[in-house]
């Protein structure tokens, strides 16, 4: 069950890289040891928390057990995450100044490991993601609340996470 559902999420990853080219690999990051700036687009593989205005590597095994978290699942090479990605920063900047939010990216690709291909097969397991990107799982106090895949509006997004707010 486990090969097959690795299986799955790889071929949708693989998917998402065929239609999306290698576009994002024009664009340039600039690490600071284990941090990233949001405004420098979607990071390489791995697991990211929010800080600031940065992206520093974390590790999260599971659902996040904060209050109100939000977790975006994210791809290099898809053309819809590129898309999406300023929209996110920006209104989770928004967001995180204002409302006691946790924000989590899990940046995958093709071939990914380690803690990354664990916690994306854990979620796969769960029912929280179909392996399509860009998604955005939220929660609330280590439960899923509820989950958007693919591109959104800064309107839809602010209104997704709006409803995380008032719950």
């Known amino acids: 069950m486990r090969e097959t559902t690795l299986a799955i999420v790889a071929f949708t990853v693989v998917i ?22 949001l405004s420098s687009g979607i990071p390489p593989v791995g697991i ?9 590597i974390t590790s999260l095994k599971k659902e996040p057990s904060e209050n109100a978290a939000i977790v975006g699942i994210f791809s290099q090479t898809c053309p819809h995450c ?3 990605w300023p929209i996110f920063s920006d ?11 946790s ?8 071939g990914f490991t380690g803690d990354v ?8 397991e769960k029912g929280y993601w ?7 799982l939220i929660f609330k106090n280590g439960s899923l609340i509820d ?6 509006s800064s309107f839809e997004f602010e209104q997704l996470l709006n409803e995380l707010i008032e719950r």
């Open 82 to 84: 590129n898309n999406f």
């Open 103 to 110: 924000v989590y990216v899990l940046s995958v690709q093709p």
């Open 16 to 37: 998402a890289v065929i239609l999306g080219g290698y576009y994002a690999f024009s664009k340039t990051l600039q690490p600071s040891g284990n941090e990233f700036k």
């Open 91 to 101: 209104v989770i900047q928004k967001y995180i100044n204002e409302y006691d939010i």
């Open 48 to 56: 990211y928390k929010v800080v600031g205005d940065s992206l520093v």
């Open 130 to 136: 179909e392996g399509s990107v860009p998604a955005v």
């Open 117 to 124: 291909k664990d916690l994306a097969i854990y979620y796969y």
């Open 147 to 152: 989950k958007k895949v693919g591109e959104m």
